[in-house]
């Protein structure tokens, strides 16, 4: 299984990115798809997570109404807009994918995903 992330960048505040996730050598179809960060010298934490019908989604309350999330089936991809952006958003942002239809609880909780990417790098300046 591998997980590609990509998108990331330097963007000033209020400014927008969209970062992508590629997934291969899983059923796409199958699970739960997740973005999570890790900002300098703090832990790794939710930011948001989509079941594999696409129709239920969770996010963190500190990026509720500026980041959505996304998936495409068809191309085993997942994604995660992000506006409004804000210096505190600056992070090492990591898709994340289990085959398992995990509950709400379980899907903002990291040792809920077996599978990681390797990370992208997201800079807001203020």
């Known amino acids: 299984v591998q997980l590609q992330a990509f998108g990331g960048g330097l963007v000033q505040t209020g400014g927008s990115l969209r970062l992508s996730c590629a997934a291969s050598g899983l059923t796409f179809s199958n699970g739960v798809m997740g973005w999570f960060r890790q900002a300098p010298g703090k832990e790794r934490e939710f930011v948001a997570a989509i079941r594999r019908s696409g129709n239920m989604y969770y996010y963190a309350s500190s990026v509720k109404g500026r980041f959505t999330i996304s998936r495409d089936n068809a191309k085993s991809m997942v994604y995660l807009q992000m506006n409004s952006l804000k210096p505190e958003d600056t992070a090492v942002y990591y898709c994340?994918?289990?085959?398992?239809?995990?509950?709400?609880?379980?899907?903002?909780?990291?040792?809920?995903?077996?599978?990681w990417g390797q990370g992208t790098l997201v800079t807001v300046s203020s």
């Open positions: 994340a994918a289990d085959q398992r239809n995990w509950v709400a609880s379980a899907m903002k909780t990291m040792g809920s995903y077996d599978y």
